[in-house]
C-alpha cells in the first residue's frame, strides 16, 4: 500500500441508493483523505442526507461500496464504525441523563477502558466548556448546550472521521466561531472530516475541497478555484453554487 | 485509539436503564408528594379492583361445588395464560416495532460500534416493560386470588415473582420475531400482512367459535353436563403439553399444592424456552434488524395515492361542532384508519364479542334461569364499558400529547386550543357509539331481555361514551406528555393510569346508578318490575345523567385551562 493510499480514510466507489424506483444518490465516487475538510453542498432533496446516512451504516447502498479506515461498511460494520463519528442535525440526548452520564455511555459504547474514558471526559469537558451543565438532566439543556454535548460526545473516542450535518444551525455567533476553531484544530490534528451544509460563507472558509450533489449526481468536486472554473465564473462560493446546480436542473439551457 | 471493537457487553445499557430510571423517580419525588401517591393510588385501585373481582369469581365457582385444585379451573387458568400469550405477541411486536424502527435512539445506537443484537436486546427490554405492565397489574391480582382461595402454600407465592419475569419472555420474543420479519421480507406491505394477519387470526377464532357452536346447538347435548363437557372438550387445546402458557398454570398449580418438584420442572421450562426464544429472536435480530431498517427506507415516495373512502364521511354526521373541529376529526379518523395498529386489537375484541352475544342465545335456548340472564345481562355492559375505558385511555389520552409535536401547525390557526379537545372527544364518542349501542343492542335482545331495561342500558351506553370520551380527551389535556411520541407509552404514563382509574370509577358509578338499580330489584322479584321499582330507579337514572354531565364538562374545562396555560 502506498503512503497516498494509506492516507485515504474515506472510500466511497460507485455508491448509488435507490427508494422505491428513485435513485436519491447515483454512481457517487470519493476519496477523503487524513486531515481534510470536506464539505458536501446540495439543494434540498438531492441526496445529502441519504450520503451521510449511508456513511454511518444506518443504510446499506444499492450498488457501490463504502470504506471508512480500510473496513467496508457493511461487511465489516462495526471496525468501520469504531473509526467514526457522527453528529446529526437534530442532536440526539437522553433526556433523563446528565451530560456527564451521556459521555460515560458513550465511552463504554466505543469500549474505552475506564481510565482513558475518564481522562478523555474531562477533556471533552473542558475542551467544550460543559463544566457548569454537565450535571444537569440534558432535558434541561438549550439548542447549543445540546450541540456542545452532542459534539463532545463525538470527540470522546478520538475518532479518525467525523460526519457533521449542519453544524450551525440553531447557533449564535460565538458558538459559529467556537465550531470552525474547533474543525479547524480537529482538521490540523489528521482528523479527515465530511461536513454538509448550507452556510456557504462556513464552507467557504473551511473546507480543503467541495463536493456539489445535484438529483443524486455529484456535479462538481474540488477546491473553490477548480470550482470556479467548472462553472467558468468567477466569483464568491454562493454564485458558483447556484451557477452549477442550476445548469443541472432539468430544462435549464444549455 | 479508535478502531478497537468494543465489547462491553449489555452493560452500558442496563446502566443506561437504571440511571436514567434513577433520575426519572428523582424527578417524581421533585415535582411532589402528590403526584406519587396518586400513582400509587391509581395502581393500588386498578390492583384491587381486579383482585375483587377475580376472588368474587373464584367465591362464585367454589359455591358451585367446583374444585378450585382441579382439572377445570386449571383449564381456566390455562386459557387465561394462553389468551395473555396472545396479547403479549400482539403489543410486544407493535412496541417494539416503534422502538425499533421510528426511534431517533435506534438510529443514535447504531451509528455506534455496538452489534446489531444489543441495541435489539436494549429496546426489546424497554418494550417488554411497557407491554407487560398491564399483565402485571391485572394478572397479578388475580394469581394473588387464587391463591388466597385455593389456600395455596408459601411455595405458590415466592414462585409468582420469578414467574411474572420469565413468562413473557416467549410471546413478546414471538411478537418480536414476527416485527423484525415483516421489517425484513415484506417492509412496503407491512400494514397489510398486519391487517391480513388479524383478519387470519379473526378467521381461525371464528372458525373455532362456529365449531363450538355448532357442537352445542339445539338439540346436540342431553343435558347440562354433557354441554359442560363440549366446552370444555372445545378450549382444552389450551392444555396442549408443549405451550408454555400450560407450563405456568401446570407449575403454579404444583406450588399451590405445596408439590415442590413438579412445580420447579414446569416453571424451568416454561423460563428456559422462554430464555431460548428471546436467545433466537436475538440472533434472528443480529441478521435481519439493520437490513430490515434499510429496506423500510427503501418505499417509494409516490406510493400512496389518495381515494375515496365512504368511512370518511362519517364525521361529517357528528352533530354540534363546527367546520374546523369538523376538519381536526376528519385527520384523526384517517390517521386512525390507516393504521391498523390501533385498530386492530379493537377488531379482534368487537368480533369476538359479537360472537359471545350471538353464542348467548344459541347456548342456552330457553333454559337458563332468569337470575343468570339477568347476572350475564349486567355483565355484558360491564365488559363494553371496561372495554371502552380500556380503548379511550389506549387511543384517545395521548392524542393531544402527540399533537404537541405538530403545535406549530394547530397553534397558529385562528383555533381556540379548546376546539383541539372537542375534536378529540368528539372523535372518541363516534367510535365509542358505533362499538357500543349495538353490540348491546345485539347482547339485550340475545338474552330476551325486556324493553325497559334495553333502553336504560342503551343510555348507559350513550353516558358511557359521553363520560369516557371526554375524560379521555380532557385529561389528556390535563396531563400531556410532549416528550414523548409513541403514543402506547403516554398511555401506561402518569397522567394514562390515572385517567384509566378515573374512568373505571366513573364506569362503576354510572353502572351503579343507571342499570344496577334495576338488576337488583327484577334478580329478587323474578322478572316481574314493580311499578314502585320506577321510584329507584328513576333517579338512579337522574343521577347518572349528572355523574355524565359532570364527566363531560370537567375534564374538558380543567383540559382547556391546562391548555391555555401551556408553552410549547
Redesign the interface.
Known amino acids: 500500500m502506498t503512503q497516498l493510499e494509506s492516507e485515504i480514510q474515506v472510500r466511497m466507489d460507485g455508491v448509488s441508493r435507490k427508494y422505491g424506483e428513485h435513485w436519491a444518490v447515483r454512481d457517487l465516487s470519493l476519496e477523503l483523505r487524513k486531515g481534510e475538510l470536506f464539505a458536501f453542498l446540495g439543494p434540498n432533496g438531492a441526496g445529502k442526507t441519504t450520503t451521510i446516512k449511508m456513511m454511518c451504516g444506518l443504510l446499506r447502498p444499492t450498488a457501490g461500496t463504502i470504506t471508512i479506515c480500510g473496513h467496508d461498511l457493511v461487511a465489516d460494520g462495526l471496525a468501520a464504525r469504531a473509526n467514526l463519528s457522527y453528529v446529526p442535525d437534530l442532536p440526539f440526548l437522553y433526556e433523563h441523563l446528565t451530560g456527564l452520564e451521556f459521555l460515560q455511555l458513550v465511552a463504554q459504547l466505543h469500549g474505552l477502558a475506564q481510565e482513558k474514558a475518564m481522562e478523555r471526559i474531562s477533556t471533552v469537558t473542558r475542551q467544550f466548556e460543559l463544566e457548569k451543565f454537565r450535571d444537569q438532566i440534558t432535558m434541561r439543556y438549550s439548542h447549543g448546550m445540546r450541540q456542545r454535548t452532542v459534539f463532545a460526545a463525538a470527540l470522546l473516542h478520538q475518532p479518525k472521521v467525523l460526519v457533521v450535518d449542519e453544524p450551525t444551525v440553531g447557533l449564535d455567533p460565538r458558538s459559529v466561531r467556537q465550531l470552525k476553531d474547533l474543525l479547524r484544530e480537529l482538521v490540523a490534528e489528521g482528523t479527515t472530516i465530511f461536513l454538509s451544509s448550507h452556510s456557504l460563507d462556513v464552507v467557504q472558509e473551511l473546507a480543503d475541497r467541495i463536493g456539489i450533489i445535484s438529483g443524486g449526481k455529484l456535479i462538481g468536486c474540488g477546491s473553490i478555484g477548480e470550482l470556479s472554473s467548472q462553472a467558468s465564473h468567477d466569483g464568491p462560493l454562493e454564485e458558483v453554487f447556484l451557477k452549477l446546480t442550476s445548469e443541472d436542473e432539468p430544462g435549464a439551457g444549455p | ?8 457487553g449489555l ?2 445499557f442496563l ?2 436503564r437504571l ?2 430510571a434513577r ?2 423517580l428523582a ?1 417524581l419525588r421533585g415535582e411532589g408528594w402528590i403526584k406519587v401517591v396518586s400513582i400509587a393510588a391509581s395502581c393500588g385501585f386498578v390492583a384491587i379492583f381486579a383482585f375483587a373481582v377475580a376472588l368474587a369469581g373464584f367465591q362464585f365457582l367454589g359455591r358451585q361445588k367446583l374444585p378450585l385444585g382441579g382439572d377445570i379451573v386449571g383449564l381456566l387458568l390455562d386459557m387465561f395464560f394462553f389468551a395473555l400469550s396472545g396479547l403479549l405477541v400482539f403489543s410486544g411486536g407493535l412496541v417494539l416495532y416503534g422502538s425499533l424502527y421510528d426511534s ?2 435506534s ?9 446489531d443484537d444489543r441495541v435489539y436486546a436494549h429496546q426489546f427490554i424497554g418494550s417488554l416493560a411497557v407491554s407487560s405492565a398491564a399483565f402485571l397489574l391485572l394478572a397479578l391480582p388475580l394469581l394473588l386470588a387464587y391463591g388466597l382461595s385455593v389456600r395455596a402454600s408459601p411455595l405458590y407465592f415466592i414462585l409468582l415473582i420469578p414467574c411474572f419475569v420469565f413468562f413473557p419472555l416467549a410471546p413478546a420474543s414471538v411478537g418480536g420475531i414476527i416485527c423484525l420479519g415483516l421489517v425484513r421480507w415484506i417492509p412496503n406491505r407491512r400494514k397489510e400482512a398486519l391487517a391480513a394477519i388479524i383478519v387470519i387470526l379473526v378467521i381461525i377464532g371464528l372458525a373455532w367459535l362456529g365449531s363450538g357452536l355448532y357442537r352445542l346447538r339445539p338439540g346436540a347435548t342431553s343435558s347440562d353436563d354433557e354441554a359442560l363437557n363440549e366446552v370444555l372438550g372445545h378450549v382444552q387445546f389450551a392444555s396442549a403439553q408443549l405451550l408454555p402458557s400450560h407450563w405456568m398454570g401446570r407449575g403454579l398449580r404444583h406450588a399451590a399444592r405445596g408439590e415442590l418438584e413438579p412445580a420447579l420442572r414446569h416453571l424451568a421450562m416454561m423460563a428456559s424456552v422462554g430464555t431460548a426464544v428471546f436467545c433466537l429472536s436475538a440472533w434472528i435480530a443480529r441478521r435481519w434488524y ?2 430490515g ?2 429496506r423500510l ?7 400512496f395515492r389518495q381515494r375515496f373512502v365512504w368511512m370518511d364521511r362519517l364525521p361529517g354526521f357528528v352533530p354540534g361542532i363546527g367546520e374546523a373541529e369538523r376538519a381536526l376529526l376528519l385527520k384523526d379518523f384517517r390517521t386512525f384508519r390507516r393504521d391498523p395498529r390501533q385498530w386492530g386489537q379493537m377488531l379482534v375484541f368487537l368480533v369476538l364479542l359479537g360472537f359471545y352475544f350471538s353464542s348467548l342465545r344459541r347456548m342456552f335456548p330457553g333454559e337458563i334461569g332468569w337470575v343468570f340472564r339477568n347476572g350475564i345481562s349486567l355483565m355484558n355492559l360491564m365488559v363494553i364499558g371496561m372495554l371502552l375505558c380500556a380503548s379511550c385511555g389506549r387511543f384517545i389520552f395521548p392524542l393531544i400529547s402527540l399533537e404537541g409535536k405538530r403545535v406549530w401547525l394547530l397553534g397558529l390557526t385562528p383555533l381556540p386550543r379548546s376546539a383541539w379537545i372537542r375534536g378529540k372527544m368528539a372523535f372518541s364518542l363516534m367510535l365509542c357509539l358505533l362499538f357500543s349501542l349495538p353490540l348491546l343492542l345485539y347482547s339485550d335482545l340475545s338474552l330476551r331481555m325486556p324493553v325497559e331495561l334495553i333502553v336504560l342500558h342503551q343510555v348507559a351506553a350513550i353516558g358511557l361514551s359521553m363520560g369516557l370520551s371526554s375524560l379521555a380527551a380532557g385529561l389528556g389535556a390535563v396531563w400531556p406528555n410532549f ?1 414523548e411520541k409513541d403514543p402506547s407509552k403516554i398511555a401506561v404514563g402518569y397522567g394514562g393510569t390515572l385517567s384509566l382509574v378515573i374512568g373505571l370509577v366513573f364506569l362503576l358509578a354510572l353502572v351503579g346508578t343507571v342499570a344496577l338499580p334495576w338488576h337488583v330489584i327484577t334478580g329478587f322479584t323474578d322478572k316481574q318490575f314493580p311499578l314502585w321499582g320506577w321510584l329507584v330507579v328513576l333517579p338512579g337514572l337522574a343521577s347518572g345523567l349528572v355523574l355524565s354531565f359532570l364527566a363531560v364538562t370537567v375534564p374538558i374545562r380543567l383540559g382547556n385551562i391546562n391548555l391555555d396555560r401551556q408553552e410549547f
Request: glycine residues 4%; charged residues 25%.
Open positions: 485509539m479508535t478502531g478497537s471493537m468494543p465489547d462491553s452493560v452500558p446502566m443506561l440511571r436514567q433520575h426519572q424527578e431517533q435512539e438510529a443514535f445506537l447504531l451509528s455506534k460500534p455496538v452489534p439493520r437490513i431498517l434499510d427506507s427503501q418505499r417509494g415516495r409516490a406510493e416528550q
